[in-house]
């Protein structure tokens, strides 16, 4: 069985449309999944990688003084507004006081009491314990605070800061340990990634799709070579060619057989009517010949 070029080539081009459609489905798939991916990336970081929309730092859990005591700025480390919120144990009374910086220092005197000044880290605020001689007393009651607030057990004051330096004051009776002090401040959390992220992970959807149904699409059934079928079954070009001259021949015989068919009966026509021609020309002759006889004799009576 002989191979020719043209078969090669023909199997050669099948492979490759197989190929190319293997990587369309690949890749069809892989921009689906990169953007699901992408997409859920950026879902991702609105809600479960969003951050907070409060900054909250605690002080210490136990102050070894019996005032705990911020300086200016701490109160607004990170916006204007800001709760405070401060806790002791067994249902002993809590007082929070605001006052500007210059009474609250003048209160304070010479008291041993806990300095809150920064943050430590993120989450817990920097306090160390200034010692003194002083004596300890409550600060509720007092008409230097800006704004005060008591409970038992726990209080919470909500401070919107008004231009100036102020300070917080928090205590309990005065005398025990002062109570353990939270502060918590909003923040705006932006979203940067999630709108880009849903439109680039969008689009790698829908182009994975378009692909996938290109790629999936059923090929149109070829229409079906029978030279390449007789190729494939060992029928030579040459052996068929030879058929078709032999065809052609026996129709080209055929055809002069039919055109000496034709001559000979349109000569055999004409030489029927010639025939026929030449017999009344001669039937006509001897009808005048027989004419001159009679006349010959009717003259020769006459005379007689």
Do not use: C
Not at 94 to 104: K, N, S
Not at 115 to 141: H, K, M, Q, T, Y
Not at 293 to 299: G, V
Request: charged share 25%; proline share 6%; hydrophobic share 45%.
């Amino acid at each position: 069985m002989r191979i020719s070029w043209e078969d090669t080539g023909q199997a050669g081009s099948e492979v490759d449309g197989r190929q190319v459609k293997v990587l369309r489905k690949t890749l069809s798939i892989a921009l689906v999944v990169v953007g699901l991916v992408v997409m859920g990336l950026a879902v991702a970081s609105a809600t479960t990688w969003r951050d907070s929309d409060t900054v909250t730092a605690t002080g210490p859990a136990e102050p070894g003084a019996p005032l705990v005591v911020t300086e200016p700025g701490v109160l607004s480390l990170y916006s204007g507004d800001v709760t405070i919120r401060a806790t002791a144990p067994d249902g002993a009374p809590v007082v929070l006081v605001v006052g500007r910086e210059v009474d609250v220092t003048g209160w304070v005197g010479d008291t041993s009491h806990v300095l809150v000044d920064a943050l430590a880290e993120r989450g817990r605020l920097a306090a160390a314990v200034v010692e003194g001689s002083g004596p300890a007393a409550s600060p509720a009651g007092s008409d230097m605070w800006f704004a005060e607030v008591g409970g038992s057990g726990e209080a919470e004051l909500e401070w919107s800061r008004p231009a100036g330096r102020w300070s917080l004051i928090a205590a309990t009776d005065g005398t025990a340990a002062a109570p353990a002090i939270t502060l918590t401040w909003p923040q705006v959390v932006s979203t940067p990634y999630l709108i880009p992220g849903l439109v680039v992970g969008a689009l790698l959807l829908i182009g994975g799709v378009v692909l996938g149904i290109r790629a999936w699409r059923p090929a149109p059934a070829p229409e079906p070579d029978f030279s390449a079928i007789r190729r494939r079954l060992g029928v030579a070009d040459e052996e068929t060619e030879a058929v078709d001259g032999e065809s052609a021949d026996a129709e080209a015989a055929g055809e002069e057989d039919a055109d000496a068919e034709a001559v000979e009966e349109e000569a055999a026509g004409e030489g029927n009517a010639d025939a026929e021609a030449v017999e009344e020309e001669a039937g006509g002759e001897a009808e005048a010949v027989g004419e001159e006889d009679a006349e010959a004799t009717e003259d020769a009576e006459e005379k007689k």
